[in-house]
C-alpha cells in the first residue's frame, strides 16, 4: 500500500490547529512557545511543510501544547484509508 504523505501531513497539521484551538493559542502564541515562526506554523498546519518536518519540531509543538506526542500520529482506521493510492474506492 502506498501512503498519500501529502494527505499524511495535512492530517497530522490538522490535529495540531486542532489541539492548538481546543487550548485557546492563536499560531503566534504557539509558535512562540516553541521558538519556531507563525509561518512556519502555519505551513505544518496546512501540512505544506511536507517532509522537511523533523521529529524534534513535532515534539517541540506537543510539549507547547502540554500533550502527548502521539497524539499528533495517531490515527483512526478511517484517516489511515485516506493514505491509500488507490484512483477508485471500492463500491
Do not use: C
Not at 505544518?44 to 500520529?73: F, V
Amino acid at each position: 500500500m502506498g501512503i498519500r504523505r501529502d494527505v499524511f501531513y495535512r492530517q497530522i497539521g490538522a490535529k495540531i490547529a486542532y489541539y492548538r484551538t481546543l487550548y485557546g493559542l492563536d499560531q503566534n502564541q504557539l509558535a512562540e512557545k516553541v521558538h519556531i515562526s507563525q509561518s512556519t506554523l502555519s505551513r505544518i498546519e496546512r501540512g505544506k511543510y511536507g517532509e522537511n518536518i523533523s521529529l524534534a519540531i513535532l515534539l517541540d509543538i506537543a510539549e507547547g501544547l502540554e500533550i502527548d506526542p502521539s497524539l499528533l500520529t495517531t490515527f483512526t482506521g478511517m484517516e489511515k484509508d485516506m493514505w491509500s493510492y488507490k484512483a477508485y474506492p471500492d463500491i
